[in-house]
């Protein structure tokens, strides 16, 4: 039988690493199979690509500071959820929330948070799904638990979420308002478009439709 093991007994940084990264490849997989599964049930593919990261260790003492936490493998198990990171890039917002469905469906996953940046944009205009979730890793004598952060966004909020990370960055936090304010105006017309690319989609697939009920109706006369 496997005993449950705290974090606080893997104490090596190395073994730490190893886990998320274990972590993102059990997560992975699971990602590809749910949307190899949905091609060949619906001939469609609701993720377009998936990114995976593990956080660099400059980036994880960064944010411990940012909360006030001293830096020490146990805080950082603790207090960073990011560590190892999903991006799922997806056409249509209703892809989004389809996905999230289907990840919480997962017995083996653990649904610790959710931040919907969808239905509240941050201030930024930033918008993206966020899911905290854990998925148990099976080693030789234990069962470890860790934390991955899944993102899920449209490709058009992928566009604006990388180039305002590059622009934001050079200001380190302190953007003049016009640029802040410019880039929320662009956050809005990646909106409109995502809106636009989706009703279009909805209309196409309403005309097909239409098209294949006259094809088995001029078939039965
Ligand atoms: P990186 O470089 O992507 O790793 P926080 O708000 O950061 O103190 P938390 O709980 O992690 O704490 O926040 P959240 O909002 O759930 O997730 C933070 C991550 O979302 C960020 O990670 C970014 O990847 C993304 N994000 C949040 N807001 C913005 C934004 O305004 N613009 C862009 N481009 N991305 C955003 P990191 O660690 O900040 O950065």
Redesign the pocket.
């Known amino acids: 039988e496997h005993a449950i093991r705290n974090y606080e007994d893997v104490d090596s940084w190395k073994t730490i690493m190893f886990l998320y990264n274990s972590a993102l490849k059990e997560v992975g997989t699971k990602l590809e199979i749910l949307n190899d599964e949905f091609q060949h049930v619906h001939q469609y593919n609701p993720i377009e690509h998936i990114k995976t990261r593990v956080?660099t260790p400059e980036?994880i003492v960064k944010?411990l500071r940012?909360y006030g936490y001293e830096t020490s493998i146990e805080n950082m198990v603790k207090y960073v959820?990011?560590i190892a990171?999903v991006r799922l890039i997806c056409s249509f917002t209703s892809d989004i929330y389809r996905l999230a469905e289907m990840i919480g469906n997962q017995s083996d996953l653990k649904v610790l948070a959710i931040?919907d940046?969808i239905k509240n944009p941050?201030d930024?205009g930033?918008k993206?799904y966020?899911m905290l979730v854990s998925v148990p890793i099976f080693l030789s004598d234990s069962v470890v638990d860790t934390k991955v952060?899944i993102?899920i966004r449209t490709i058009a909020m992928d566009f604006w979420?990388?180039l305002?990370?590059k622009i934001?960055y050079k200001f380190e936090g302190n953007a003049p308002e016009y640029i802040s304010k410019d880039l929320k105006e662009c956050a809005e017309m990646v909106s409109t478009l995502d809106d636009k690319m989706l009703s279009l989609n909805e209309a196409i697939q309403k005309s097909l439709e239409e098209q294949e009920e006259l094809k088995t109706e001029s078939k039965k006369e």
């Open positions: 956080k980036s944010k940012k959820n990011d990171g931040k940046y941050k930024s930033y993206s966020h952060e993102q979420a990388s305002e990370h934001y």
